[in-house]
């Protein structure tokens, strides 16, 4: 028997037998760690809000007739007794000089009355006139007095109504659209003639909600929001990203809320020397001044959002990670501000989380906010989101919880 073949069994039985080597583990993937500390910033609250004129007067004519004359120029400003419509004063004039002839009249015969009056109180002495005669004097003489004050009365009224043919500005501001025109009758205070808006210095109304009240007084209490001394300054920004040159002052807080909305109504007052802000215009607001306390902040794509709310992925001790819910509760700029759930000098994974899976080694890089874009403030993107604003959900991936991008 050849023994080749059978060696040649034996050797193939060997190598089949023989296992092959495990294969290596993959490498732990690579994540940028941020290391948190408290600190202070700046308070940044910002809503959108109105200007309005500061006061607004509509014109009326206090006397019927035709108007003969408009002396004012629509759209321009106008000073406080400003002539802006002129009704056919010739009726009022009449009356007024009217009125002025009768006073003239009853000051004449009250001055006849004294005299009568005079002369027979001393005849009274000597008894050279009866009694009668001196009490019907003193009749003539008090009714000749109540003839002059109602004279002068209605003098005043007929200078009224002849002043009022001329409509004037009672305020100084900006003269609107003319409503009546040359030759139009008006019928008196029923009908509008233009208005007068004062836009310098001019209002801004904007509205808090009642969350965002609560939370204020919340963090005052608990001294993690320090508010200035006196009264708020306000920093105005226009649709196109400019800011307003002149800071405003809130200088009105509604006592209650707004019943269709729950927000609470303040206002702020702002210089308007160039008219750069107009009545019905749309800014944002922000209060300056505003510290907040021990802040802990993260960049907005580091929360994420699981089943249970937010939450962050942290590191442990032996480069593991760990999920750990946490209290976004409002925006500063691009990032959330972190009140419960992180503590100082937690080392918090910003970039690389959807390689990563709980519990999992990883390999960490410091975190350099320098190097990040999207800490830049965007024009568009400055209004701050409501604290009751969760961020949006977006489909999982992988293992482990949910997760989604939180964005403003």
């Known amino acids: 028997m050849n ?8 050797a193939c039985l060997l190598a089949s037998c023989r296992q092959k080597p495990a294969p290596k583990p993959p490498p732990a993937p690579e994540v940028s760690v941020l290391t948190v500390q408290r600190q202070t910033i700046p308070g940044q609250f910002e809503w959108v809000g109105q200007a309005e004129a500061s006061k607004s007067v509509q014109v009326r004519s206090q006397v019927a007739g035709v108007i003969v004359e408009r002396p004012y120029t629509e759209g ?71 003839a002059v004050l109602d004279a002068k009365a209605a003098v005043d009224a007929a200078k009224k109504n002849y002043d009022d043919s001329f409509v004037r500005a009672e305020i100084r501001g900006r003269a609107g ?8 009758l008006t019928s008196g205070p029923t009908d509008l003639l233009t208005t007068v808006d004062q ?86 607001v922000r209060f300056l001044g505003l510290k907040r306390n021990d802040a802990i902040l993260v960049p907005q794509r580091a929360v994420l959002q699981g089943l249970n709310g937010p939450f962050v992925y942290v590191l442990t001790d032996r480069n593991k990670v760990s999920a750990r819910p946490v209290s976004a509760a409002a925006w500063q700029g691009t990032q959330w501000i972190i009140d419960d759930g992180l503590r100082p000098d937690d080392k918090v994974i910003v970039d690389g989380v959807q390689k990563i899976q709980p519990d999992a080694p990883v390999r960490p890089v410091a975190y350099d906010p320098k190097s990040d874009s999207t800490l830049a403030v965007r024009p568009d993107s400055a209004i701050i989101a409501a604290p009751s604003a969760p961020p949006p959900i977006r489909p999982p991936r992988g293992q482990g919880p949910v997760e989604s991008g939180a964005r403003p």
């Open 76 to 146: 321009t400003d106008v000073p406080k007794g400003k002539v802006l419509y002129r009704i056919d004063p010739r009726t009022y004039q009449a009356n007024y000089e009217s009125a002025k002839a009768r006073l003239a009249e009853t000051q004449a015969t009250l001055a006849n009355a004294e005299r009568t009056l005079n002369r027979l109180k001393p005849l009274l002495k000597e008894k050279a006139v009866a009694q009668q005669d001196v009490d019907n004097a003193q009749a003539a003489y008090e009714q000749g007095r109540a």
């Open 199 to 284: 836009v310098d210095p001019i209002y801004v109304y904007f509205n808090p909600s009642d969350q965002e009240v609560l939370q204020w007084r919340q963090d005052i209490a608990a001294k993690r929001l320090t508010l200035p001394k006196g009264m708020l300054d306000v920093q105005a920004t226009l649709a196109d990203g400019s800011v307003l040159q002149q800071t405003g002052k809130v200088d009105f807080v509604a006592l209650s809320l707004q019943p269709n909305t729950g927000a609470l109504q303040l206002r702020a007052e702002f210089p308007n020397p160039q008219h750069t802000l107009l009545p019905g215009q749309f800014v944002r």
């Open 177 to 184: 659209r003319a409503l009546m025109e040359l030759g139009a």
């Open 3 to 10: 023994p080749r073949p059978v060696l040649a069994c034996l």
